[in-house]
Nanobody, 127 residues
Framework: QVQLVESGGGSVQSGGSLRLSCAAS??????????MAWFRQAPGKEREGVAR????????YYADSVKGRFTISRDNGKNTLYLQMDSLKPNDSAVYYC??????????????????WGHGTQVTVSS
């Protein structure tokens, strides 16, 4: 059974930093063959893509709203995905989800291409 477990969320003031982690287990194939991504969902809004990273970690994509502030990375030896979030703003407040899918999942932000999701971790940024 595939499990994605996020951690590292919390409450910070505007301008602060947080680092999210996502530990993966139970994947059918080797972790280093999967595209990994972070999505987020704020109350009353649709779930949106934040960042995604190719299976080998060499290619990354970011939503325009987080470019230059967030950094996605992965440790394939530890089956773990990270999201370093700096210069946080109040509108970054949301539940952040880790997701994984086959390599083609990294071509777009289409949520349907990611069959496996974590339960999310709350990030709250106060002004």
């Amino acid at each position: 059974q595939v499990q994605l477990v996020e951690s590292g969320g919390g409450s910070v003031q505007s301008g602060g930093s947080l680092r999210l982690s996502c530990a993966a287990s139970g994947l059918i194939y080797s972790y280093n063959t999967y595209c990994m991504a972070w999505f987020r969902q704020a109350p009353g809004k649709e779930r949106e893509g934040v960042a995604r990273i190719s299976s080998g970690g060499r290619i990354t994509y970011y939503a325009d709203s987080v470019k230059g502030r967030f950094t996605i990375s992965r440790d394939n030896g530890k089956n773990t995905l990270y999201l370093q979030m700096d210069s946080l703003k109040p509108n970054d407040s949301a539940v952040y989800y880790c997701a994984t899918g086959p390599p083609y999942s990294c071509f777009t932000w289409n949520r349907d291409n990611f069959p496996y999701w974590g339960h999310g971790t709350q990030v709250t940024v106060s002004s």
